[in-house]
């Protein structure tokens, strides 16, 4: 079965950190771009952080101006995982998280999402 599984949101105070995980399953993720998406209540779905496939530019990073220099998106190829380090978090970071690989050919285009993970502050 295809699918992107998440894992790792939660509560958090201002200041704290979480990492968010991203599991593929039914596929390699070397071969897709990844980005780390949020959408917070009200607002629309945005791009935080983003990584090249490995095949293409080597896995280039590529952030939000609002996450920069807090954020880290990572991947680990032998665990088909890519990952979501969040630092520094404040309460605009509040939203659901949701990871989407992406790979596009001539011939066609591959696109799956994770379940979405919400991170909540907590007072």
């Known amino acids: 079965q295809v699918q992107l599984v998440e894992s790792g949101g939660g509560l958090v105070q201002p200041g704290g950190s979480l990492r968010l995980s991203c599991a593929a399953s039914?596929?390699?993720?070397?071969?897709?771009?990844i980005g780390w998406f949020r959408q917070a209540p009200g607002k629309e779905r945005e791009l935080v952080a983003a990584?090249?496939?490995?095949?293409?530019?080597?896995?280039?990073?590529n952030y939000a101006d609002s996450v920069k220099g807090r954020f880290t998106i990572s991947r680990d190829n032998a665990k088909n995982t890519v990952y979501l380090q969040m630092n520094s978090l404040t309460p605009e970071d509040t939203a659901v998280y949701y990871c989407?690989?992406?790979?596009?050919?001539?011939?066609?285009?591959?696109?799956?999402w994770g379940q979405g993970s919400q991170v909540t502050f907590s007072s």
């Open positions: 990584i090249s496939a490995i095949s293409s530019a080597g896995g280039a990073t």
């Open positions: 989407n690989a992406l790979r596009a050919t001539v011939f066609r285009q591959d696109d799956y």
């Open positions: 039914g596929f390699t993720l070397d071969y897709y771009a």
